[in-house]
């Protein structure tokens, strides 16, 4: 990895892990993971009706 030294509009040093080299060759944290579906819709109920 390079010595880059970044900084925001403030100033400060940016982090490393702002840089796409950092990341590089690393598997997602999100890997392999199943996501449930999405929960049944709900369906209106009968309408309450004014007499």
């Known amino acids: ?26 598997p997602p944290r999100n890997k392999g993971l199943r996501y449930p579906a999405d929960p049944p819709t709900v369906k209106p109920g009968p309408r309450k009706l004014d007499l």
Do not use: D, K, T, Y
């Not at 990895?1 to 690393?26: D, K, T, W, Y």
């Open 1 to 26: 990895m390079e010595a880059v030294r970044l900084f925001n509009c403030a100033g400060r040093p940016r982090s490393p892990a702002m840089l796409a080299i950092f990341h590089q060759g690393r």
